[in-house]
């Protein structure tokens, strides 16, 4: 621990005084803005032909501030809860464009307090622990990564920057970028702001379009963004990027076929691995019918000490075709892939997937807790997707079925195969009512993974095998629906979004456990369940209040008693239930400008957006955000 | 990089905030006027019906109306069919949309077969490694909206979408025709 390096000052008269400026300071800037509503600052002249014509300058400024308060949720034990702490982020993006030409970056900071350096806190943590213990602040920023994992009170970072070219038939990049090939299966590195991630590369990247031929070229080095709102700063090793380089042509002998060829070098913990592939695209086929095919080939650089099954070779294989006529349209997909997703390079708390392949599953629900569609070492599957849409009553009624066969093991749950089958039906239906507007859309669907007894058991030690071949068989199964219903009527617009999932999966042995009621319970059928809810209510399009209830008892997601930490990752069967309550406003006064605050509790668990997941903590207390244009 | 503690830098942040809300107020318009605004730039992006498309295809001759969306956005599909209404009405005085998906590229065969179940009309291109987003609505806010006039000058820029606001955009594009 580095505690005698934070140099903190002595913030008495001093440090009130620094309060009141600086709440003096944002007030100010408030008012200022709220007078001035902007989305762009203007630089040039109107009058065409000026250099500065049409030249625009855009200033995005998000403060997120989070007061961490905790719970005592054993009063008994007498130890008292941790000492509550703020968090402060800041993100600045400023985007200077100039005709063809932009220019921009993105500035975080996040910072943390109270630090030793406040004699309130010195004197609270002192009277807690002893004179003689040193102080230990509740909440600290992380460094780049595991060599200094504790820096200081704050950290800064100069997260992204880039110039670009953009031209109807040339496209230049440089600094961070982002880019894919094909359908993301040996490349997608792309911003995904919903969740707060966001790595891209930093290099050059270079396009040329024309007519028949569109040709790519790009090299840099990885550059993942280091301070998330949620997590303040990510731990990330900054120091420790990786290169990557590809190229891709694609040919359009007719406007409605095109082929194309990409290659791609990657630098996989330190070592060089390579992938190759092509595209197949054919669509308005008799104004009916999509197709288009994919193929990937793999190759690992593998070192010395690498287990003797680690792949050094993958391939991956993902077909479309796509059905419309009158009332329907039938998407089927396919895919066929085998050690496809070892691009990754590990690191500390979030690794760098270069590549997101196409998932066939409904990923807002498997993602969280059975990633086995998601990624998987081996795995061949199908998914069929019938639509119907009825014009004239404007219902649209939706049904997939997707069946995968997994081949690789996900311990705990299973060391043997599964065979997934995924049903889900799904509708969505506007309604007029005079004035009133309504809007359904719902879900519900259950995924069901049947274990299957491995046969070729080649290449395993003796008790492996004996292992394998008594191992229990455990069923797991998943039952979701979503419910998004919206009223709306002149300026006022009511939404209930509610989302629920049950997880059960067959012990070998009945088990007994205590229920909530105190009331002892034995069954073989054990699992989990997590229900969110929330009610919000938005006047003309720029005031929402929305109240959110959440209910978990599942052992992944527990609360670790609202310490502010990323939940508890083992299984733990003495978790207890939770039930979360939290209120929050988000008000658009202006065009420019937006105020976000919530107060309450909210549970930790995965947040998972596209089949990319990260873990959020759980929060009690206050958090704010302001958002400005200028 | 170390700094100092949180006291000291939060004054700090808010000066410069300070500074320049106070620099640039006078010069900024929430709503740029049919006079005025930030030129669009030019990009090229694949066309959900196969083949290249410009902006520069459109720009100086229509009104365009470029609209970023994504598959996974509820509101961004509910804008969709008013975005036809408004191109069905005002297509024949000049006026044309063009929809950018941003879904990423692992869900491109999602985009086309819910354009074909909408019998969406309008052009729609895809942005699956966010190159024009990233330029434009570099937060990747959903749905997200800008107009453009015949003057290739952006004039209004939207964010999100309830039911009504098709009125206000109406409003807009017929200022610009």
């Not at chain 1, 509708?427 to 491995?454: A, E, M, S």
């Not at chain 2, 999602?110 to 490694?129: C, G, I, N, S, W």
Request: glycine share 8%; charged share 25%.
């Amino acid at each position: 621990m580095h505690e005698a390096e934070v140099v903190t000052p002595m913030p008495t008269r001093q440090g009130i005084r620094t309060r009141v400026w600086t709440a003096g300071l944002l007030a100010a800037m408030c008012v200022t803005v709220l007078a001035a509503p902007a989305s762009a600052i203007k630089l040039g002249q109107e009058k065409d032909g000026s250099a500065l014509h049409g030249a625009s300058l855009n200033i995005n400024e998000t403060f997120y501030y989070k007061y961490n308060l905790f719970l005592d949720d054993d009063p008994d034990d007498e130890r008292p809860p941790p000492f509550a702490f703020h968090e402060f982020v800041n993100r600045t993006t400023v985007d200077l464009r100039v005709k063809k030409f932009s220019f921009g970056v993105q500035m975080d900071l996040a910072a943390a307090g109270p630090g030793c350096g406040d004699s309130t806190f010195r004197e609270k943590f002192a009277e807690r622990h002893g004179e003689d213990t040193d102080c230990t602040p509740p909440n600290r920023m992380l460094g780049d990564g595991w060599e200094d994992p504790i820096t200081d009170m704050a950290i800064f970072q100069l997260e992204k920057v880039f110039a670009q070219y953009s031209g109807r038939n040339v496209n230049v990049q440089l600094g961070d970028y982002y880019a894919a090939f094909g359908r993301g299966i040996a490349l997608s590195m792309v911003k995904k702001p919903e969740i707060d991630q966001d790595t891209s590369l930093r290099g050059v990247r270079f396009d040329l379009f024309t007519d028949r031929a569109d040709w790519t070229l790009l090299g840099g080095i990885t550059n993942p963004q280091q301070v998330s709102m949620e997590l303040r700063n990510q731990g990330l090793d900054k120091t420790d990027w990786a290169a990557l380089a590809g190229t891709s042509l694609k040919l359009r002998p007719h406007r409605k076929f095109e082929i194309s060829l990409h290659g791609l070098g990657y630098e996989l913990q330190e070592l060089p691995s390579w992938s190759a592939g092509g595209t197949v695209g054919v669509s308005d086929i008799g104004s009916a019918l999509d197709l288009f095919f994919e193929g990937d080939w793999f190759f690992y650089g593998i070192p010395e000490d690498a287990a003797d099954d680690a792949p050094d070779i993958g391939h991956a294989f993902y077909a479309t075709a796509t059905v419309y006529s009158g009332p329907l349209t039938l998407l089927v997909e396919t895919k066929r892939y085998k050690d496809a997703q070892h691009l990754v390079r590990t690191g500390p708390v979030v690794p760098i997937q270069y590549n997101n392949p196409p998932s066939l599953e409904h990923e807002l629900s498997v993602t969280e807790d059975i990633n086995g569609s998601i990624q998987s070492a081996e795995i061949t599957g199908i998914r069929v997707q019938p639509e119907l849409y009825f014009l004239k009553t404007n219902t649209t009624l939706t049904s997939s079925i997707a069946v995968a066969y997994d081949q690789e093991p996900h311990p705990p749950f299973s060391n043997q195969h599964e065979l997934t089958l995924h049903p889900w039906i799904g509708l969505d239906q506007p309604i007029h009512l005079g004035k009133v507007d309504v809007h359904l859309k719902g879900d519900v669907g259950y995924r069901h993974d049947f274990p299957v007894r491995r046969g070729d058991l080649s290449g395993l030690s003796e008790e492996e095998q004996e292992t394998l071949r008594s191992e229990f068989l455990r069923h797991t199964g998943l039952l979701h629906y979503s419910l998004d219903l919206g009223v709306s009527f002149g300026v006022h617009a009511l939404e209930l979004v509610s989302t629920y999932k049950r997880h059960a999966f067959t012990l070998e042995e009945e088990e007994c456990w205590t229920l909530a009621s105190g009331q002892e319970h034995c069954d073989r059928d054990d699992g989990w369940v997590a229900l969110e809810n929330a009610l919000s209510y938005t006047l003309m399009g720029k005031y929402t209040a929305a109240l959110h209830v959440d209910f978990t008892d599942d052992p992944i997601v527990q609360n670790v008693s609202n310490r502010g930490a990323v939940g508890n990752l083992n299984y733990d069967k003495e978790w207890r239930r939770s039930t979360y309550l939290g209120g929050e406003i988000i008000l658009k006064p202006v065009s420019n400008l937006e105020l976000y605050a919530f107060f309450g509790s909210q549970k930790s668990g995965v947040v998972c957006t596209g089949g990319a997941c990260r873990t959020v903590p759980a929060f009690t207390g206050f958090k704010t955000r302001v958002s400005i244009n200028f | 990089m170390r700094l100092p503690p949180l006291t000291r830098v939060t004054p700090g942040i808010a000066t410069v905030l300070l500074v320049v809300s106070l620099a640039f107020p006078s010069t900024v318009h929430a709503e740029a006027k049919s006079t005025g605004g930030e030129a669009a730039g030019d990009f090229t992006l694949r066309s959900l019906d196969g083949g290249n498309i410009s902006l520069s295809d459109f720009l100086g001759k229509n009104v365009i109306l470029v609209n970023f969306w994504a598959t996974w956005c509820a509101p961004c599909l509910k804008e969709l069919p008013k975005l036809q209404e408004l191109q069905d009405e005002l297509g024949a005085r000049g006026f044309t949309v063009i929809s950018i998906s941003v879904d990423e590229a692992k869900d491109e065969a999602k985009v086309k077969a819910l354009v074909k179940r909408l019998r969406y009309k309008p052009t729609v291109l895809l942005d699956v490694d966010t190159r024009v987003v990233n330029t434009y609505n570099p937060r990747k806010d959903m749905p997200w909206t800008m107009i453009i006039g015949k003057d290739k000058l952006i004039h209004h820029k939207k964010k999100g979408f309830t039911d009504g606001d098709e009125k206000k955009l109406k409003e807009w594009i017929e200022g610009l025709l």
